[in-house]
């Protein structure tokens, strides 16, 4: 079961900015919303790295991170350049939830969060996640007031180049035993 997910967006090169999180949260998985510019795979070696050191540190079986540690790249407007293995978006299932991931500008986020809502609901999920204002978001939201449609839509804002008065920011998402999840704004 992954307990915790390091949820980043909008490095745009600055990918120091995501080592420092990872070193200071030592995620299960990690979920990099767009604009990376640069090689996924150096961060993916950083998680690695990070998961051997928390491992090694005596944790119990149950508290120890697998290897390799799980993670989703989104390709960003930026992201022209980059190696293959971006996605546009993502769809999967995690601890009895359905995640969306997208950087968000084809849904058009920047106006308003409806396409993104819509297109999380037709693919059955419940936890939306984009990127691309470098702005925090947190919300719930529920298709003409339907509970069983609820999306819970995050944004981590930008990790390195901040906009609206925000800082330098990342999520972590917790998870329990449950499947019950607590998400948290963290700033760098």
């Given at each position: 079961m992954i307990r915790k997910i390091l949820i980043v967006s909008d490095s745009h090169g600055k990918t120091a900015?995501?080592?420092?999180?990872?070193?200071?949260?030592?995620?299960?998985?990690?979920?990099?919303?767009?604009d990376i510019e640069d090689d996924p795979d150096i961060v993916c070696d950083w998680l690695n790295e990070a998961a051997r050191v928390w491992?090694?540190?005596?944790?119990?079986?149950?508290?120890?991170?697998?290897?390799?540690?799980?993670?989703?790249?989104?390709?960003?407007?930026?992201?022209?350049?980059?190696?293959?293995?971006?996605?546009k978006s993502a769809v999967f299932d995690l601890n009895d939830h359905r995640f969306f991931c997208t950087h968000g500008h084809v849904q058009g986020v920047s106006y308003d969060?409806?396409?993104?809502?819509?297109?999380?609901?037709?693919?059955?999920?419940?936890?939306?996640?984009?990127?691309?204002?470098?702005?925090?978001?947190?919300?719930?939201?529920?298709?003409?007031?339907?509970?069983?449609?609820?999306?819970?839509?995050?944004?981590?804002?930008?990790?390195?180049l901040p906009r609206g008065g925000?800082?330098?920011?990342?999520?972590?998402?917790?998870?329990?035993d449950n499947g019950d999840y607590e998400v948290e704004l963290k700033g760098l």
């Open positions: 900015n995501v080592k420092i999180a990872i070193d200071r949260e030592y995620p299960d998985m990690l979920i990099h919303l767009g491992n090694a540190s005596g944790k119990t079986d149950s508290e120890r991170i697998g290897l390799p540690v799980p993670a989703v790249f989104i390709q960003g407007n930026c992201d022209r350049y980059s190696k293959d293995g971006l996605r969060l409806n396409n993104l809502m819509y297109t999380a609901m037709e693919n059955d999920c419940d936890i939306a996640m984009y990127g691309h204002t470098h702005i925090p978001f947190d919300d719930e939201f529920s298709a003409f007031g339907d509970v069983a449609s609820s999306v819970r839509i995050l944004n981590p804002g930008s990790i390195s925000s800082n330098k920011s990342y999520m972590i998402m917790t998870f329990d």
